[in-house]
């Protein structure tokens, strides 16, 4: 397979203006007739040079029909197709039409890329490259045209004709069947093409936007699930109040339309006015959907609404760049959710993700810059590091211009680009040149790999009343990037005097003078070291760094002692810094009582790991009060109080091992938990009283509502961890009784990890109540293969067997594969079964659906952060992985540079 560098862009030799698609489906077969008006853009040709041969992307279960140019049938030896590409050798000088002829089997396609079929309608997936499935075509973002798409089918199977842009035209035809045109006058890239043909429900509702434009917003869904989609639309309704209050964007068409399709690769798509989305991202209702689930439909729905403005009217050059309209729309998302819920539990919740996720990823053998410098597929780059990292280096702006002068930058980004396919570089430049100011010291964020460290000492002067940070920064080497260079880090800080007061910062400058901060200011910290000099400083203070995470870095402070943190966990006035404290508090506890733990090596059964942890100290009353204090304090909100208590993840933990062994962190972890359970047993059951909801509660999602919810089953579950008969029997009885989803899953959940026949019966009664619900089913089949009890993956077997598993629907994939994935017991366990298990699961994927698969090779990306005999049986499923005769590219490339 072929890598493509980004270093080698060359603007396209031909550009297309318009594209004609006329769809005959059907089911056998489906006709595609591509009418393709070709612009040269090759610049002047030498005198008596022929124009460059014309070659597009294809693929090879495409059939082609006939190709014509300027209306005339090319011969065979005009043209030559490949598996991925069809060239026309001699295209005339000029500007001119082709007509391409290609032929489909939709019901076929398995990879759910392209044009396929779900639960029997038609639908599309086009990003990142999935047109070039449906017609040979200019298959890249810079080639932006106006599209016309006609669809005809039979009009009682597909009653639903629906394209991009406005419907221009439709009827009834002979025989049954029924067409429709749709016109798109935006110009756009073909990976925002859609089409959609089924039996669908409809739901509609009217927005009126803020220069009165009214716009009907429709929902697509199958028949028995239209109770289910108000939320999507009051989500879709609020976002785009949202943009056009804080980035003054309005929608910039008559007609939004959202389809639900149960099997989708991605989340969702945002393509031009025909969002296609997975139904798990649409579908809610309290009792079948979380408030997890809600809060994300709320975000995924404003994340795809958001892209028609970053993403559809301002598009990428390249998939280089893909992190310019992701990372900018998950900041975007972000920012809109955490102002219709909790601000600071949403950053909480983003930096623990990244934490857990994006950090791994950028510190193994996939690490790459948010801005790749290659790849085989792009698929693969459709990752934590492009949207999660990319949306903290967009923060990284938005913090050091603050939201007026972030908002200059992209008024005039839009300014400058709107219709065009643009660059992260044109994004910073529009950024700097709207405020005057110099940016190209965040130019390194898009360009290095790895996570920064950033290094902190401080200094008390108290003759002179000065006080200093010094600080380091260092980036780990990642593959293919040994040398780093320092990057610019905003270090938004206060200082707390020892009553917990915010202290006024007086910044010395390098030439003296003093800057007056107020209490809270942001560093710009961009060398390899530097010290920032606070004058006026009445006593030595503590220090409160990096608040709202404001830059994606591993931040050590030398000397921060326990008593800072937990000085700080009760009197920051930064929540996030708050959290923070708590965190760390917790880490440092487990990864001592981890080595304890490891020490001495020899059986690691749950209770040898209890005897050693009590022997090294157990959990300390400093954290045991710590906890009790933010638990009690009844200034807090709920869901901030659940947040705090909950111990970072085991992946964040492992991050910071080295040769770490899944299981052991595992029983180090649920042993504290249930340290704490016992200890703060009186609070936590203070907690479950004050916040259940009286008998016949409506569900509502709000944050108060989820507040209440978010505390009293966090409670709940690490009670749990107790496993007292007693409490087993309540969770159960919660389980029987439970009024939503919400607590319904928490108890079911808190159940899988306890043995006993209560876990049985509680399955057996949830899969019973559930079994027509395949959306539910996704939870009952991830509870159960990510649970931790002995010997699950017997259990797991069964499953891939069970008839409420499908393997060809990427969902279920991933509720069953990618959750054991996550079992730190089960897929990690000691005789290397996991390991078997996946790796055989992979290559059965594979043979169906490459992006799937590709996703499910991810589990064994890590391998190196593991002791050796893991490290061992991991690399050997990775060889047997690469060794697989008609692997795809997809998998071969993840499983290939894991190797490296
Ligand atoms: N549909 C995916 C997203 O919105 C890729 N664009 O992020
Ligand atoms: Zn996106």
Redesign the pocket.
């Known amino acids: 397979p072929k890598q493509k560098f980004r270093a080698d862009y060359t603007a396209p030799p031909f550009t297309v203006t318009t594209v004609h698609l006329d769809f005959i489906l059907g089911e056998e077969t489906t006709d595609v007739t591509a009418k393709i008006h070709f612009v040269p853009n090759y610049g002047q040709l030498a005198a008596g040079a022929p124009p460059p041969p014309l070659v597009l992307d294809g693929r090879k279960d495409i059939k082609l029909l006939s190709v014509a140019l300027g209306g005339r049938v090319l011969g065979e030896g005009e043209y030559e197709v490949s598996d991925k590409h069809l060239t026309i050798k001699a295209p005339p000088a000029g500007e001119f039409e082709a007509v391409i002829v290609t032929q489909l089997r939709p019901q076929d396609n398995s990879l759910l890329e392209g044009l396929y079929k779900s639960s029997g309608n038609f639908c599309t997936q086009c990003?990142?490259e999935g047109f070039r499935g449906i017609t040979y075509f200019l298959d890249r973002p810079d080639v932006m045209a106006k599209y016309t798409t006609r669809m005809e089918a039979d009009a009682s199977l597909y009653p639903v004709l629906l394209g991009n842009g406005n419907l221009a035209e439709s009827g009834q035809m002979e025989g049954g069947r029924h067409y429709a045109v749709w016109v798109d006058p935006y110009p756009k890239p073909c990976?925002l093409f859609a089409l959609v043909a089924g039996k669908l429900a409809m739901k509609e509702r009217e927005y009126t936007t803020g220069s009165g434009r009214k716009v009907a917003l429709r929902i697509f869904v199958q028949e028995g699930n239209l109770g289910r989609v108000d939320h999507a639309l009051d989500s879709l309704v609020k976002s785009m109040q949202w943009d056009e209050q804080v980035y003054g964007l309005e929608y910039d068409l008559d007609l939004f339309n959202i389809v639900a399709v149960d099997d989708f690769n991605?989340?969702?798509?945002?393509n031009k006015s025909l969002n296609i989305f997975n139904s798990r991202l649409v579908l809610a209702s309290p009792q079948t959907a979380t408030d997890l689930d809600y809060s994300r439909i709320e975000g995924?729905v404003g994340?795809?609404y958001f892209?028609n403005w970053t993403?559809n009217r301002v598009t990428c050059r390249d998939w280089f760049q893909?992190t310019l309209?992701?990372g900018l729309?998950?900041f975007r998302d972000q920012e809109f959710s955490a102002d219709m819920n909790s601000r600071p539990v949403k950053r909480i919740e983003d930096v623990m993700m990244l934490r857990s996720s994006q950090f791994t990823e950028d510190a193994g053998p996939m690490a790459h810059p948010i801005r790749p410098e290659s790849y085989i597929k792009m698929d693969n780059f459709?990752t934590v590091t492009v949207?999660e990292k990319g949306s903290e280096v967009v923060r990284l702006y938005h913090t050091l211009l603050g939201a007026e002068g972030f908002r200059k930058g992209m008024d005039l980004y839009f300014q400058r680009h709107d219709g065009h396919a643009v660059t992260c570089d044109d994004f910073r430049a529009a950024m700097a040149d709207a405020n005057g100011v110099d940016l190209e010291a965040l130019g390194r964020w898009y360009s290095q790999a790895g996570t920064p460290q950033l290094h902190v000492t401080t200094s008390y002067d108290a003759a002179s009343r000065t006080y200093r940070l010094h600080c380091k920064q260092r980036t780990p080497p990642t593959p293919g990037q040994e040398e780093k260079l320092p990057v610019l880090i905003p270090i938004k800080m206060g200082l707390l005097g020892p009553d917990g007061s915010e202290l006024p910062l007086k910044l010395q400058g390098a030439d003296g003078s003093v800057q007056d901060l107020g209490t809270e200011g942001v560093l710009r910290f961009d060398t390899p070291e530097a010290t920032f000099t606070f004058l006026e400083v009445p006593a030595e203070p503590v220090p409160s760094l990096l608040r709202g995470f404001s830059a994606p870095v591993k931040m050590e402070l030398e000397g921060q002692s326990e008593q800072h943190l937990t000085f700080l966990l009760a009197n920051d006035a930064d929540a996030f810094n708050r959290w923070e404290a708590g965190q760390r508090l917790s880490r440092k506890l487990l990864l001592q009582l981890y080595a304890a733990a490891a020490a001495g090596g020899g059986a690691h059964s749950p209770q040898a790991v209890a005897e050693r942890c009590a022997a090294a100290g157990g959990v300390p009353d400093n954290l045991v009060e710590a906890f009790r204090a933010v638990l009690t304090d009844p200034d807090l909100d709920g869901s901030f109080k659940s947040m705090a208590v909950m111990l970072p993840t085991g992946s964040e933990l492992l991050d910071a091992i080295q040769g770490g062994d899944p299981p052991l962190l595992h029983h180090v972890r649920t042993w504290v938990v249930r340290q704490l359970a016992a200890r703060l047993r009186p609070e936590l059951e203070q907690l479950i009283k004050d916040n259940d909801d009286a008998p016949g509660t409506p569900y509502v999602f709000n944050a108060a509502a989820c507040a209440r919810r978010a505390l009293k089953n966090r409670c709940l579950t690490m009670l749990s961890t107790l496993e007292e008969p007693g409490i087993t029997a309540m969770l159960l009885r919660r389980f029987n009784e439970a009024a939503n989803m919400t607590d319904e899953i928490s108890a079911l959940s808190a159940l899988v990890e306890l043995a006993g026949p209560e876990r049985d019966q509680a399955l057996q009664a949830f899969y019973d109540k559930f079994k027509g619900e395949p959306l539910v089913l996704l939870k009952w089949l991830g509870l159960q293969a990510t649970s931790n009890a002995p010997g699950n993956l017997a259990l797991v077997k069964s499953l891939v067997d069970h008839e409420a598993f499908n393997i060809t629907n990427p969902n279920n994939c991933y509720s069953l594969f990618l959750g054991f994935g996550r079992s730190p017991v089960n897929f990690h366990a000691a005789d290397g079964s996991g390991y078997q298990f996946m790796g055989d699961a992979v290559l059965r994927v594979d043979g169906i659906n490459h992006q799937v698969a590709a996703r499910m090779v991810s589990a064994f990306t890590t391998w190196r952060q593991y002791d050796t005999e893991r490290q061992a049986m991991m690399r050997a499923q990775l060889e047997r992985i690469v060794a697989h005769k008609g692997l795809s590219e997809n998998v071969f490339e993840i499983a290939s540079k894991s190797l490296k």
Do not use: D, I, P, S
């Open positions: 990003e990142a990976y991605m989340g969702a798509m945002e995924v994340h795809e892209h993403g893909l309209k992701e729309t998950v459709y949207y």
